[in-house]
């Protein structure tokens, strides 16, 4: 059982250029979720999908814009990084229905450094 | 807005010692309550939840903590740590937001056990 995956684990790139972030969640589950986490502010939502083909914005998208053509993926990506933007980055997700609906589970991260 | 405020954010203790990480939020509404835990170099992991019911709730590894509505608290305690928890702890709420349910995390607590 994979669970939720995240690739790369680390990436190093310069301002300016373009990153996608994957993951991958083999539960089928409904909703995913892009989280940034920095010093001092928790996790902040960047944006969140309820199903294939259905994204939403969370707290702090700017920057950044996803995709969910299939139901276990959900690329993040940056269309031109900034120095701002350094962070790292989770991906999460929950079932729809179920006693577990109201609970997300995280992926290991991406620790994204833009020089 | 709603709002996950956790007043410390660093913690430093010695084994065996006992722990409590306070946390307040804001939100009127029926609220579903987390604690989630980071290891150094992890993902977040979740340590407890609370749905309903009894409003002492425990979780993994000898943690517990304690709903109280009427303070809008759900403060995460341990009996006695070990160095094993040194952590960062994020407590979390699931709140309506518009049309959907969103996790709002507090800033975080790192907790430093020395052996």
């Known amino acids: 059982d994979a669970g939720i995956t995240q690739s790369p684990r680390y990436k190093i790139t310069e301002t300016g250029r373009q990153v996608t972030l994957m993951c991958h969640q083999t539960?089928?589950?409904?909703?995913m979720f892009w989280y940034r986490q920095d010093l001092g502010h928790g996790l902040r939502l960047i944006y969140y999908?309820?199903?294939?083909?259905?994204?939403d914005k969370g707290e702090v998208p700017d920057g950044y814009v996803v995709s969910r053509s299939k139901t276990e993926n959900f690329p993040l990506t940056l269309e031109s990084a900034t120095r701002s933007q350094t962070s790292v980055y989770f991906c999460a997700s929950r079932p729809l229905l179920g006693s577990e609906s109201h609970t997300q589970y995280f992926g290991p991260g991406t620790r994204l450094t833009v020089l | 807005a709603q709002s996950v405020s956790q007043h410390n954010h660093h913690v430093i203790l010695s084994e065996a010692a006992s722990l409590e990480l306070g946390c307040n939020y804001s939100y009127g509404g029926t609220v579903n309550l987390f604690w989630y835990v980071q290891y150094p170099g992890q993902h977040l992991q979740l340590l407890l939840k609370y749905f309903s019911g009894d409003p002492l709730v425990k979780g993994i590894k000898g943690f517990e903590a304690e709903f109280i509505k009427s303070k809008f608290s759900f403060n995460l305690r341990k009996p006695s740590v070990q160095w094993s928890d040194t952590a960062e702890y994020f407590c979390a709420v699931n709140a309506r937001t518009d049309s959907s349910y969103k996790l709002i995390f507090g800033s975080g607590t790192r907790l430093l056990v020395r052996p």
């Open positions: 999908s309820a199903a294939a083909d259905i994204t």
């Open positions: 539960w089928s589950h409904s909703y």
